[in-house]
């Protein structure tokens, strides 16, 4: 069909009823069998929407009237949370953003025909809030300096200062930061000139240590004022134990730069995990959740059955997290990860802990499990934790010809991981039980899972 014979146009308003939810949680109604996607709309309510974009064989909507409200519909949130990609399933009652996670993979498995069930998204307590890490654009709008969110499929920045479910001394800091920055006339990066000082600011702190790290991005080489400003921000936030520039001045939506100059302060800031300490650099991958982090790796551990005596792969590893956390309880743990500054971590870790059977090693793990394959590596469970783009062909063939007893995946995006566990069916590893999700990221669409595969 082509967008001409679209039986919809731009600002036409109609009343529809949701039937389903994106997997980036919009409501889809259809007219005349053609699918409109539908900002904040929850399923099972009757909406008046008012089209704001037609496509050929698609349109999206906004909400003008809820005529029918859903049972599962969250008032108590402000919209700029749900329109804006902060909190996309905010609108959502939390009962029914876990069971939205649980359908999510159970429908992507039906699309692969595997018949794996997947078990009750396990959730928090309290879902909010719970952020350990910031990454806020910085932009000019109205001759001020803002910080905030873009609004969704696009670069316009919303002026936010409660992000909801990020750590609240985080948002405070942000909002410190950005006033700090106001005070000295620094310059907020223009994107389509490519002109200006401050990208993004980010802001890490400590679940437990309450150390905090900011790190400043910046298009310049320079930051101007450079001096007051840390003096200001040491002054008005305590608990600052790192303030760092990013220099990234590339045209790209990529936030960091590579290269780090230590402000003030110390190049990491430390925090615990499981009873563990943890340096963690401006670059390196930290989870974002700590309070289900710790439960995710607890159960990614007991689903391996280890009893000490196995020889385990870490692919993806990041700082050590997993590494670290089970080598107490394996013999040998071998690790491999992408980012140079991740490894330096992942070593100082090892040390500070006092664990001495881990290796790291820097690499790309689809490249170095092969190697390992080849030098007859024999572990008894590969763990692998890849970001969304899911594992290689090449990576999935070098740990089955590595048979290993179990393989756990622990995957943040359930659409590579269900086309993996088909790969892996085709050599003969199977998922046994269930795949449990764990709600790593309330209020948002990702879904984070444990899958534990066997040999058939
Ligand atoms: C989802 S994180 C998991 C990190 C760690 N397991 C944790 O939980 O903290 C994925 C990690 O894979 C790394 N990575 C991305 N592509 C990679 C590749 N091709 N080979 C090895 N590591 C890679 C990233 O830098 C990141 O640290």
């Given at each position: 069909m082509?967008k001409k014979n679209a039986p919809v146009s731009k600002n036409q308003q109609f009343d529809v009823e949701i039937f389903d939810l994106t997997?980036?949680?919009m409501g889809v109604a259809k007219i005349d069998d053609f699918p409109i996607f539908v900002a904040n709309a929850v399923p099972g309510e009757t909406v008046k929407i008012g089209i704001t974009k037609v496509a050929s064989s698609y349109a999206f909507a906004r909400v003008i009237k809820v005529l029918v409200e859903s049972?599962?519909r969250?008032?108590?949130?402000?919209?700029?949370?749900?329109t804006?990609?902060?909190?996309?399933?905010?609108?959502?009652?939390?009962?029914?953003?876990?069971?939205?996670?649980?359908?999510?993979?159970?429908?992507?498995?039906?699309?692969?025909?595997?018949?794996?069930?997947?078990?009750?998204?396990?959730?928090?307590?309290?879902?909010?809030?719970?952020?350990?890490?910031?990454?806020?654009?910085?932009?000019?709008?109205?001759?001020?300096?803002?910080?905030?969110?873009?609004?969704?499929?696009?670069?316009?920045?919303?002026?936010?200062?409660?992000?909801?479910?990020?750590?609240?001394?985080?948002?405070?800091?942000?909002?410190?930061?950005?006033?700090?920055?106001?005070?000295?006339?620094?310059?907020?990066?223009?994107?389509?000139?490519?002109?200006?000082?401050?990208?993004?600011?980010?802001?890490?702190?400590?679940?437990?240590?309450?150390?905090?790290?900011?790190?400043?991005?910046?298009?310049?080489?320079?930051?101007?004022?450079?001096?007051?400003?840390?003096?200001?921000?040491?002054?008005?936030?305590?608990?600052?134990?790192?303030?760092?520039?990013?220099?990234?001045?590339?045209?790209?939506?990529?936030?960091?730069?590579?290269?780090?100059?230590?402000?003030?302060?110390?190049?990491?800031?430390?925090?615990?995990?499981?009873?563990?300490?943890?340096?963690?650099?401006?670059?390196?991958?930290?989870?974002?959740?700590?309070?289900?982090?710790?439960?995710?790796?607890?159960?990614?551990?007991?689903?391996?059955?280890?009893?000490?005596?196995?020889?385990?792969?870490?692919?993806?590893?990041?700082?050590?997290?997993?590494?670290?956390?089970?080598?107490?309880?394996?013999?040998?743990?071998?690790?491999?990860?992408?980012?140079?500054?991740?490894?330096?971590?992942?070593?100082?870790?090892?040390?500070?802990?006092?664990?001495?059977?881990?290796?790291?090693?820097?690499?790309?793990?689809?490249?170095?499990?092969?190697?390992?394959?080849?030098?007859?590596?024999?572990?008894?469970?590969?763990?692998?934790?890849?970001?969304?783009?899911?594992?290689?062909?090449?990576?999935?063939?070098?740990?089955?010809?590595?048979?290993?007893?179990?393989?756990?995946?622990?995957?943040?995006?359930?659409?590579?991981?269900?086309?993996?566990?088909?790969?892996?069916?085709?050599?003969?590893?199977?998922?046994?039980?269930?795949?449990?999700?764990?709600?790593?990221?309330?209020?948002?669409?990702?879904?984070?899972?444990?899958?534990?595969?066997?040999?058939?």
């Amino acid at each position: 069909m082509s967008k001409k014979n679209a039986p919809v146009s731009k600002n036409q308003q109609f009343d529809v009823e949701i039937f389903d939810l994106t997997y980036l949680g919009m409501g889809v109604a259809k007219i005349d069998d053609f699918p409109i996607f539908v900002a904040n709309a929850v399923p099972g309510e009757t909406v008046k929407i008012g089209i704001t974009k037609v496509a050929s064989s698609y349109a999206f909507a906004r909400v003008i009237k809820v005529l029918v409200e859903s049972d599962n519909r969250n008032n108590d949130v402000d919209a700029d949370l749900v329109t804006t990609g902060i909190a996309p399933l905010a609108n959502l009652k939390y009962p029914a953003q876990l069971k939205f996670k649980q359908q999510q993979i159970e429908a992507l498995l039906k699309k692969q025909h595997l018949d794996i069930p997947v078990a009750e998204t396990i959730g928090m307590e309290n879902p909010f809030g719970y952020r350990n890490k910031a990454q806020v654009p910085v932009r000019e709008i109205k001759g001020q300096l803002e910080t905030g969110f873009y609004r969704r499929n696009s670069h316009n920045l919303v002026p936010i200062e409660n992000y909801f479910i990020q750590d609240p001394e985080i948002d405070k800091a942000v909002n410190t930061v950005r006033d700090i920055l106001r005070k000295y006339h620094v310059a907020a990066y223009d994107e389509v000139n490519h002109r200006g000082v401050v990208r993004t600011v980010m802001v890490r702190r400590g679940y437990y240590s309450h150390e905090m790290m900011i790190v400043i991005v910046t298009k310049s080489r320079k930051l101007p004022m450079q001096e007051v400003i840390v003096d200001e921000i040491r002054a008005a936030l305590p608990e600052v134990k790192s303030i760092i520039q990013n220099i990234n001045q590339e045209k790209t939506n990529v936030i960091l730069g590579e290269k780090n100059v230590v402000l003030w302060g110390n190049k990491v800031i430390f925090d615990t995990l499981l009873g563990l300490k943890f340096a963690i650099g401006p670059n390196s991958f930290y989870q974002v959740n700590p309070q289900t982090t710790e439960n995710l790796y607890t159960l990614a551990a007991q689903k391996a059955e280890l009893s000490g005596d196995e020889v385990v792969i870490d692919a993806y590893s990041g700082i050590g997290t997993i590494s670290l956390t089970i080598a107490p309880k394996v013999k040998q743990v071998y690790g491999v990860e992408i980012v140079p500054g991740a490894i330096d971590d992942a070593k100082r870790n090892a040390d500070m802990n006092n664990i001495k059977n881990v290796k790291f090693t820097l690499g790309k793990a689809e490249e170095q499990m092969v190697k390992w394959a080849e030098a007859d590596l024999k572990p008894d469970v590969i763990f692998v934790d890849p970001p969304r783009k899911g594992l290689t062909g090449e990576l999935i063939t070098a740990a089955v010809e590595m048979a290993p007893k179990k393989i756990v995946y622990i995957s943040c995006n359930p659409a590579t991981l269900t086309r993996d566990l088909e790969e892996f069916k085709q050599l003969g590893y199977e998922v046994k039980g269930s795949i449990q999700p764990v709600d790593q990221f309330p209020q948002t669409t990702h879904v984070e899972s444990i899958a534990v595969l066997e040999k058939k």
